[in-house]
């Protein structure tokens, strides 16, 4: 099993994500996580979808995708040649005891302390996928209650941007 | 003019010569604005039928089916239509009444989300949301059915679309989808690297497949295996690329196909897959083909190399294009000798096994009639026992021969050849299915009467979904779970009923005669052929 992550440019109408995410469910592709967002220039989404499988599979999720009409362009983010970032919030349970040590996890992590109750906060950390599980993996030793991930958005290094469509 | 002016406009720019469709209120605009134009409308009796009768139009024209149904309950019955001609890579564009836009998701009356049912099933659909956008959708949508890899395009159109005021008509001359721009031109690289292949090659084979059909290169296909001399098996969707009887031609391959050809398949060092997608039914272990052989892939579609098997040679284009480009090289393949060995292979096929005396061999019969038929004409298999026998007996002549391939959707011979015999009134159009699958679209007889697309259909009658019947007697040791066909109707009555002309063959005593006098009739004819009920595949 392999893990890629996917880029798309796509048109910005009505029905494309659920193309997208109907071929997915229908081909069987594992999906671990997608994000959308529109572009510098509004006709224009960016996809960014992260994939599970094998080369045969990830090749042809890249095939299938680029297949579909509506979907201008899509490569695969390659980690030497981009930057990813994912955002979490984790609720976690906190007594006045444990309060301080997980405040300096926190701030080892460069993570926000976003909200703060009687005996549970919330933390925000935004980062690349090895910081976020090493993060999730040091608060294992307190109750996390909840955790929210917005899946990764990412981008090519360089100067290279939308106007390549057009 | 109005939004359904617009449509029928459209159409007249596409050139479009018939459409199949079934009314309803919410496509009535649609049909009211066909009055005013010079276009065949086929009323057919279910609207599945419809898509299946514009995919044997588009088979057989070379151009784009078109097919008409209403909203709700009219577009779903297309679907399973959709789905078969999506699965065939059928060039289709289906037009479905919706109901009001401001309605939309409302579940009003006869609403359904037929761009979203149909979603894994078109190549692309369209919800028209201005009316002043129909020239430039129908426009996409004949040339995204018509390029690149065929399929079906859907358009939904909201009632009050169709009864909107349009501006000025005007029917774009080019398109402009950025993104879809299909290969057309093989890669000259790749080429060179086929050709040195076939040069080194000492057991070259070429398995054809419908793309050929697809890409209307049955002939440089021809060319091409004489000119080089290599031997031709094909896949089901492939038959008719070569003529049966062509010295070149060693058969289909496939669980259902001739062991020969898969012999050839297995024992090649060069194998040259066209227009093929290596599904499970052609190559059943698409690994192994790989173990000792070459293996190139030249197809119209990059997603459909490397999805069942990696090949060597990946070569992205339109089949016609490449081929002519392929036939410029002066290669010779010197493979006599392993010519001589695959006709060793087909001499010594064995014999299958003749049925009791009192019924018909179908083997025999199917022989039989296409020694009869006409060079040219086309055969129409449905979906059972009957299409594997005919894809094992007919003989393709330079006629067609056509079945649902991928899907399998019985039922589809009758609305297909009254759809082929739109696009060919001249040519003689056979339909053969079984009892079931007669069942499933008898009701076209009545279309075919009423339009004057007359067929001649042959049902084989042995009281069995046969091919279910086979594997339960197989796979659940004779346990037969609802697959016995009694209660079906008289069917000489039934073609009286039609007023359709009935013959019946009990057994091969007279079959010639009766053959003879079947295909001697003028259009339409019905034949029943009394199959033993017990009687398998192979």
């Given at each position: 099993m392999q893990r890629k992550v996917f880029q798309l440019l796509v048109d910005n109408q009505a029905g494309v994500l659920s193309r997208i995410s109907g071929l997915f469910s229908r081909r069987g592709y594992n999906i671990e996580s997608i994000t959308a967002g529109t572009t510098s220039n509004p006709k224009y989404t960016r996809i960014t979808i992260v994939a599970n499988g094998d080369e045969a599979i990830l090749d042809q999720i890249e095939k299938q995708v680029g297949k579909l009409i509506d979907v201008r362009k899509v490569w695969e983010l390659e980690p030497e040649s981009s930057v990813y970032r994912e955002l979490i919030l984790i609720k976690i349970r906190a007594t006045d005891t444990q309060r301080q040590a997980i405040v300096s996890v926190t701030d080892i992590f460069r993570a926000k302390i976003i909200d703060v109750d009687i005996d549970s906060m919330i933390i925000e950390l935004t980062g690349n996928q090895s910081k976020i599980d090493a993060f999730i993996n040091l608060l294992k030793g307190y109750e996390i209650l909840e955790i929210a991930r917005t899946g990764i958005a990412g981008l090519t290094r360089g100067s290279e941007n939308i106007t390549i469509l057009e | 003019m109005l939004g359904a002016d617009a449509i029928a406009r459209c159409l007249l720019e596409e050139q479009v010569k018939v459409i199949f469709g079934y009314p309803g209120v919410a496509i009535c605009p649609f049909f009211n604005s066909m009055l005013s134009v010079d276009i065949d409308r086929v009323l057919v009796r279910t609207e599945q039928n419809a898509a299946h009768m514009a995919s044997g139009y588009a088979r057989i024209s070379g151009k784009v089916g078109v097919c008409v149904a209403t909203s709700g309950p009219g577009a779903t019955n297309l679907i399973t239509g959709i789905a078969t001609a999506y699965a065939d890579s059928i060039p289709l564009v289906c037009i479905t009444g919706q109901v009001n836009s401001e309605q939309l998701g409302s579940d009003v009356f006869q609403e359904a989300d037929i761009t979203g049912a149909v979603e894994s099933f078109v190549k692309y659909s369209y919800l028209v949301k201005?009316?002043?956008d129909i020239p430039r959708i129908f426009k996409e949508a004949f040339h995204i059915a018509s390029t690149g890899r065929k399929g079906p395009v859907l358009i939904d159109v909201p009632i009050d679309i169709q009864n909107a005021p349009v501006g000025k008509f005007y029917y774009p001359s080019e398109v402009n989808l950025r993104t879809y721009k299909p290969t057309v031109k093989g890669h000259v690289v790749q080429i060179k690297k086929v050709i040195k292949a076939i040069e080194k090659a000492k057991r070259p084979i070429i398995c054809a497949g419908g793309g050929i059909h697809l890409s209307n290169a049955a002939k440089e296909l021809r060319d091409f295996a004489h000119k080089c001399g290599i031997p031709v098996v094909s896949t089901l969707m492939g038959l008719g690329v070569m003529p049966t009887d062509d010295p070149l031609y060693f058969g289909m391959v496939g669980n259902n196909g001739k062991s020969y050809a898969n012999r050839a398949m297995n024992e090649s060092d060069l194998t040259i897959m066209i227009?093929?997608?290596?599904?499970d039914r052609a190559i059943s272990q698409p690994d192994l083909v790989m173990d000792n052989t070459v293996l190139v892939h030249i197809d119209v579609d990059p997603a459909e190399i490397g999805k069942n098997v990696g090949p060597h040679i990946p070569l992205v284009g339109d089949i016609k294009n490449i081929l002519e480009d392929m036939e410029k090289y002066e290669t010779d393949c010197s493979c006599g000798e392993w010519i001589d060995t695959l006709n060793e292979y087909k001499r010594n096929e064995p014999e299958r096994k003749a049925p009791r005396k009192e019924y018909v061999d179908p083997a025999k019969f199917i022989a039989m009639l296409s020694d009869k038929l006409d060079d040219d004409a086309i055969y129409v298999a449905d979906v059972g026992q009957n299409q594997m026998w005919s894809c094992g007996y007919h003989k393709v002549k330079n006629g067609r021969f056509l079945t649902s391939g991928g899907m399998g959707t019985m039922g589809y011979s009758i609305p297909a050849a009254i759809g082929a015999r739109a696009a060919a009134p001249d040519r003689q159009i056979v339909a053969v299915c079984g009892d079931g699958s007669f069942q499933m679209s008898m009701m076209e007889l009545a279309t075919m009467q009423q339009h004057k697309l007359p067929v001649k259909i042959i049902i084989f009658h042995n009281g069995y979904l046969g091919l279910v019947r086979e594997y339960q007697y197989n796979t659940y040791k004779a346990h037969y779970s609802v697959v016995d066909l009694s209660g079906s109707p008289d069917f000489g009555k039934l073609s009286a009923a039609y007023d359709v002309p009935f013959f019946r063959l009990e057994n091969m005593d007279n079959a010639s005669e009766v053959i003879d006098e079947f295909l001697s009739i003028k259009d339409p004819a019905l034949m029943e052929i009394m199959i033993d009920p017990l009687d398998v595949v192979k």
């Open positions: - | 201005d009316a002043d227009g093929a997608r290596v599904a």
